[in-house]
């Protein structure tokens, strides 16, 4: 038995190192800033931040949080990181010996055989439990191997949830910024529509006063039903809107509560995106891709050990008696300790190729790693000039607006003293009412901008999953 123990533990030295390639992350080279960024590169970012302080609205902040307990894509990705744990802990128990057990009763007369059946008066019975164990002694690595492979996959998993959280934050603040901006779009309208009856009113009193002709009221009349037109539009679009919250949130359809104004909420002039090098680290996406890249350079290794023997002990230890009464007896007793080996021989090639695919999943996984960063930096940058632009874009509407309504109440002025036709008042309102219209959806896409770039640098990537309010 000494002898045995040393043959096991000699194996276990000779197990330190498993077979195939040692795992390096590719190197990718980020660039030192990121394109439209403005200034040197620095550590901060807003990626660094919680959700909750990036956007300051107690309502939206609720939203969130209750999506992060109810979303059904959420709680789906949670189970697949149970599953992948309970992979990970398959393979990794293959490490250790296997122990069972055995055991029976059998009562016979006579004996037979198809040559020569015989009967005999005599009945013999027999009693036996025995305790079976093996191991596969990981001599090259291969089940090592194979275990690194499942824990990268749980670690692919887990990010892949992080991924769904963080695209579920975004997901919710984007539908609430489009639903407030929606808002405000239907306040545009209906203001419209009481500013273009205002005006119809006019020209219907100067019409019947023989002021004017029958043309003025019937292009105002025009013009008020175009208005009047996108109210039921925007309402329906309205309730679309919640309807999608309220998917996100795991409930039924129904009315979404409103915070503050959408011109309320205020934006730094500059986010700060920090260092590109940091997405490998933020990003969910890259992470994954990372975990499944190590996965892949382990199952390659897996594949280089199975060229190689498979060496095992097997032992088993128990009692045999024809009478269960002497079943303890010294006699009964039963051991075996055995050593096992096999290995291929001719098998067709397949192990080649099986080795083969190994490596080409490993070059396909190193490609989508490399694709993955280069599409990280892309969406930064994307978002960083649409934010920089959208704000040029909406200081010119702002002043666009504002010399539109002074325009408005300038042409009112002028035609009822007499000094305009009414040409001039409808395109003066005409004009009006789709610039206000845009400028509620240049603010709103500047806010989904920034909602856009907290996603593509990682945001919350600090957080545990406990302290978003995710369900475990």
Do not use: H
Not at 201 to 206: A, G, K, M, P, S
Not at 284 to 304: C, M, S
């Amino acid at each position: 038995m000494r002898r045995w123990v040393a043959a096991a533990a000699a194996f276990g030295l000779l197990a330190g190192c498993a077979l195939g390639p040692k795992y390096k992350r590719p190197e990718v080279k980020p660039p030192a800033a990121y394109r439209g960024q403005v200034g040197p590169a620095r550590a901060a970012s807003i990626a660094d931040l919680p959700w909750w302080e990036v956007f300051r609205d107690d309502t939206l902040s609720k939203l969130i949080r209750e999506s992060l307990g109810g979303n059904l894509d959420l709680l789906e990705a949670a189970s697949r990181v149970d599953e992948a744990r309970a992979q990970a802990a398959i393979a990794r128990s293959e490490l250790f010996p296997t122990v069972g057990y055995a055991g029976g009763f059998q009562r016979t007369k006579g004996s037979f055989s198809f040559s020569q059946p015989v009967a005999t008066g005599n009945t013999a019975n027999a009693f036996f439990g025995v305790l079976n164990a093996s191991w596969e002694i990981d001599l090259w690595g291969r089940i090592r191997r194979t275990s690194q492979a499942g824990q990268a996959d749980l670690f692919a998993t887990e990010a892949a949830r992080r991924g769904v959280l963080l695209g579920l934050v975004s997901d919710v603040a984007t539908a609430y910024i489009q639903l407030r901006e929606l808002d405000e779009e239907l306040v545009i309208a209906r203001q419209a529509v009481l500013s273009f009856r205002k005006t119809f009113d006019i020209f219907q009193r100067r019409y019947e006063g023989g002021v004017a002709s029958k043309l003025a009221p019937a292009r105002g009349e025009a013009a008020l039903a175009d208005a009047a037109a996108t109210v039921p539009t925007l309402e329906s679009r309205i309730v679309a809107q919640e309807n999608l919250i309220r998917l996100l949130l795991g409930r039924d359809p129904g009315p979404i509560p409103r915070g503050v104004p959408l011109d309320q909420w205020t934006t730094p002039p500059e986010i700060p995106p920090g260092i590109p090098a940091a997405l490998l680290e933020r990003r969910p996406d890259v992470r994954q891709a990372e975990e499944n890249l190590v996965a892949a350079n382990a199952l390659v290794g897996a594949a280089i050990a199975e060229f190689l023997p498979k060496i095992g002990l097997t032992s088993f230890y128990g009692q045999a008696s024809p009478e269960l009464s002497a079943i303890n007896d010294a006699g009964s007793n039963l051991w075996s300790l055995a050593t096992t080996f096999s290995g291929p021989i001719v098998n067709g090639g397949r192990l080649y190729e099986q080795y083969k695919a190994r490596r080409a999943q490993f070059e396909q996984a190193k490609l989508n790693y490399e694709r993955t960063v280069l599409r990280a930096l892309r969406e930064v940058s994307d978002a960083l000039t649409e934010f920089r632009g959208l704000a040029e874009v909406e200081r010119e509407r702002e002043r666009a607006v504002k010399a539109l309504r002074e325009a408005v109440d300038l042409s009112q002025v002028r035609f009822l003293s007499g000094l305009s036709g009414y040409y001039e008042v409808l395109d003066a309102q005409q004009q009006l009412f789709p610039a206000e219209i845009a400028l509620s959806q240049t603010r709103g896409r500047r806010l989904l901008a920034v909602v856009t770039l907290y996603k593509a640098l990682g945001g919350g990537w600090r957080l545990s999953v406990a302290e978003t309010g995710a369900k475990p």
